[in-house]
């Protein structure tokens, strides 16, 4: 609701209260741009006197007097209405004829203001002040604007120097007009009048009528905002509150923070609005020699955050060294609100708006900490890196959030990655954070932030060294906090990867008494478990993953020897007999193709040995499993390829002509093409569906292969002779795709013959919420 200005010099609602914030918006009414264009000063009716005829001082009071008395009378009646009205929440009812009443009577009056304004009568002051007042009334002000009275002051106001005391009168008229009445507002915006009341912020001691002025024109009706915007008015604004003389009239820092929030609304504001503009609002706010109120510290955050959300803010947050002040802004949003002793603690809704406040600051501070600007000004190695890490174990939540957020943004090369775990030992608070954080939003940003330390294989076993494995089994048990448990799990993928130390700490026992239960269990035990219980498909093929990720670990672990590596190969299958279901999920399913070459490219290497060649066999009696092979080394379906199969015998010239690699008789497929020492391939994650599939096919010949070598001679008959058929189909298909390339030549072909791009690393991320590495 747009406010009342009143005799005085007060801002009031329309209960007669006084109001120092302004109310809450209401909705819009339809422009009534279709309404005659009022009379203005140049169109007097005939029949009176000519503009340039003397005026008596006597004549000119009882001109005066004559526009005084309207107001007079109806003040009379109005009291009369009031002691005798309904309850006072009712809608007022709008009496059209009364309305044209008022109109027609207010239109005589015109002649008279023509004549004292040509005279420079002092008396006009007096009437402005009275149509002023007269206009805090909503009866009047639909008939102000019909009778032309308000455009007669808005040309006075646009094409004159006026006296300031008229000018304020004729502001106080001005805005009370036009407070919740989109018919004036229209009026205002339709005659082009509003750059003429924005210049009026240039004069200090107008302030306190012109910014009142633009906010209830402004409020609830968006042309005039578009107008607004269009004529600079976030620059006058900034120009006005960053100016020191501003500090006498801070009492309206609501009113503009509220106009500044119309502003950027509008599309082109970020555009006309001054870069520094948020800098200027956050300066305010964090000025300790003028404090402000709550109200205004929030608003005035909340109004540089909107303007923050474009990037050319921000990039002029980092350029003028501005961000420290925004820092301070979250701090002291604690110091002066939360705890300071002569304010006491925030009710709940203060408490609730300073929360938000601070969240959307954090999101802000996120945003401008991953330009690459930010990095180039504040290194690793900084004063404000300094004072980001000390928040890390700061008792306050968003102080911890924000330091998570901007540090982990500065933590996306290995070379930062690596100072900060090797020179700055970052990693060791953010594991404290891990072991005693409840707050979701503070354990996400915490391992986000993990997560990004985790990649460079220098970082991985000095992480590890410092306790993450410890605490890690309390996030993977928060079932109510999916997001939690999936990122928890995916640093220790991460962590894994490569690392023989790190693979040890999740395989080990839960306890080292041989007569606990947990002696038989570890921390791989309790994700399978997790997999088992859960319903949520990213939790589920993460665990997966991770188990791929140890298995890779122990098929190409080089520091021990073949024979100790046996051995803890035997040892982690017989602890873990069920990793069959998480294995056979990342395989058999088909939503994140990258995920399931990276399962087949594991699958190849742990066929390699006979403990894991035992393993992967058994997965194969599960059909889930056995079918995708089988369609991706023949093109066909399962039941397609066992009748085909099973319409020879094993004895029979078809089947004798294909014998086991473990035999060594070979057909001239298999001749052709020697498996013996090859390595799988492992699939980039940016693969294009056709090489994608190539070499998914030769990991599973690689698989196939194995498996012969490994379990052949351990396997039933028509089991053996099955595998065989399946290297076979698959060694053909791979033949006579190699022998096509060279005839394909660089020549790209045309897009309906063009094998179709998967699901890449990119789209996996966002469908599934997977983190791939």
Known sequence: ???????????????????????????????????????????????????????SPKSQTKMSRSIVEIFELEEESTNEDEEMGDDDDDEPVVDLEDQHRRTNRLRGVLPTLAQLWWSDSDQIVLVAEKLGDGSRDPK???????????????????????????????????????????????????????????????????????????????IDYEPAQQQASSSFLTREIIDVISNPTFNDHR????????????????????????????????????????PTDMDD?????????????????????????????????????????????????????????????????NQVLSDVSA????????????????????????????????????????????????????????????????????????????????????????????????????????????DTLQQIQFSSIS????LTIGTWENVRKVCRHLSDDPDSPAHTRTQLSLLIALFERTDVAPVKMEISRLITSV?????????????????????????????????SFMVSQDKWPVVRSEGWFVFALMARFPEGAQCIS???????????????????????????????????????????????????????FNFEGRSPESVQPHAQAAEMARIDRENALVLVSELLKNRGKDMAVMRRTLFEDLLKGGTEIMLSYKESLPQQGEKLLPKEKRARAGLNLQQAAADSIMELS
């Open 371 to 478: 330009l690459p600007e930010f990095k180039d000004a504040y290194p690793v190695v900084s004063p404000l890196t300094m004072s980001l890490r000390r928040w890390l174990l700061s008792p306050q939540l968003q102080l911890q959030v924000c330091a998570c957020i901007v540090l982990g943004n500065l933590a996306r090369s290995d070379d930062s990655c690596e100072q900060f775990v090797h020179t700055s030992r970052v990693h060791i608070p953010l594991i404290s954070v891990l072991s005693e954080a409840n707050d979701s939003q503070l354990l996400h940003a915490a391992i986000g932030f993990l997560k990004n330390l985790a990649m460079p294989l220098k970082n991985k076993e000095v992480i590890g060294a410092a306790g993450i494995f410890e605490v890690m089994p309390r996030l993977w048990a928060l």
């Open 251 to 290: 009492a309206f820092l609501g009113y503009t923070c509220k106009l500044l929030d119309l502003m950027i609304a509008q599309p082109s504001d970020p555009d006309f609005a001054p870069e520094n503009t948020a800098i200027v609002l956050l300066k305010i706010a964090a000025d300790r020699e003028l």
């Open 140 to 218: 009047w002000r639909i008939p102000l604007g019909d009778s032309g009275v308000l455009s007669f002051f808005l040309d006075l106001l646009k094409s004159h120097v006026l006296k300031y005391n008229l000018k304020i009168h004729v502001l106080r008229l001005i805005g009370n007009s036009c407070a919740d009445t989109d018919e004036n507002r229209a009026r205002v915006v339709n005659s082009s009048y509003l750059p003429s009341i924005i210049l009026q912020l240039k004069d200090t001691s107008l302030l306190p009528f012109a910014i009142p002025v633009l906010f209830n024109i402004c």
């Open 491 to 494: 640093l220790a993928r991460q």
């Open 618 to 672: 058994d997965l194969m009696h599960d059909v889930v499993v056995f079918q995708p092979l089988v369609e991706m080394l023949t093109g066909k379906k399962i039941s397609d390829y066992q009748s085909q199969a099973w319409s020879s015998s094993p004895g029979s010239e078809s089947s004798t002509a294909i014998a086991s690699p473990a035999s060594g008789t070979g057909s001239s497929s298999t001749a052709v």
């Open 551 to 583: 298995c890779r670990v122990f098929t190409s672990y080089t520091g021990r020897s073949p024979e100790d590596m046996e051995r803890i190969r035997i040892k982690f299958f017989k602890m873990h007999p069920d990793i069959g279901r998480p294995l």
């Open 297 to 361: 510290f929030i608003s005035l955050t909340n109004t540089a955050v909107a303007y923050l959300q474009h990037e050319k803010f921000q990039k002029a947050l980092i350029a003028q060294g501005a961000v420290d002040t925004t820092l301070t802004v979250l701090v002291d949003s604690y110091t002066r609100f939360d705890s300071h002793p002569s304010i006491g603690e925030p009710d709940q809704d203060d408490a609730k708006a300073l929360s938000q406040m601070r969240s959307n600051l």
């Open 1 to 55: 609701m747009a406010e009342d200005w009143d005799q005085d010099g007060g801002w009031y609602m329309d209960d007669g209260l006084s109001a120092g914030g302004g109310g809450e918006p209401t909705d819009s009414l339809e422009v009534f741009s279709s309404r005659p264009t009022p009379q203005s000063v140049e169109h007097v009716p005939a029949e009176h006197p000519p503009l340039d005829t003397p005026l």
